[in-house]
């Protein structure tokens, strides 16, 4: 096996672990604190009756990408996901801001289009060899 090779057998899945937590702990917590997070997602804007499908989506993607199954379908739907939460929850509350706060919210957001940007490349290059859908693309020689 070539070191490109080797490299991606072990980098796809770690790669998958790292983003994948970020959404399986937002989840649980979420789960977990389910009245704070309603009354902050209304105090957003936002009906706190989607909380359900936002903790399914978080807890459940995430867990599926972190198995590798269904990958590219997941991370396709989670990068919308990110970059949806990062507009409606960072980005357009820094226009009323100044400062440090406006300056984290939009360090926030742009943390949330990197987020789509490792979901795009799930997306476009399978979940890799140690997954249950052990799906890739294999790399150019």
């Known amino acids: 096996m070539s070191p ?4 991606q057998v072990y980098a796809a899945p770690a790669g ?3 983003l994948s ?3 399986v702990i937002s ?3 979420k789960l977990f604190g389910y009245g704070a997070t309603q009354q902050y997602m209304e105090y957003m804007g936002i009906p706190g009756a989607l909380l359900p499908l936002v903790i399914l989506t ?8 972190l198995l590798g199954y269904k990958a590219r379908l997941v991370a396709f739907l ?4 990110a970059i949806l939460s990062g507009l409606l929850f960072h980005l357009v509350p820094s226009f009323g801001m ?3 706060d406006a300056q984290m919210q939009l360090i926030n957001f742009w943390k949330n289009v990197s987020i789509a940007g490792g979901m795009l490349m799930v997306t476009a290059f399978g979940a890799g060899s140690v997954s249950i859908d052990r799906t890739s693309v ?3 020689e």
């Open 138 to 140: 294999a790399p150019a």
């Open 21 to 23: 937590l970020i959404f």
């Open 78 to 81: 989670l990068a919308g996901f």
């Open 4 to 7: 490109l090779n080797q490299l």
């Open 98 to 100: 100044e400062g440090m």
């Open 58 to 65: 978080e807890l459940g993607g995430g867990l599926a990408l």
């Open 27 to 29: 989840g649980a917590q």
């Open 16 to 18: 998958r672990v790292l």
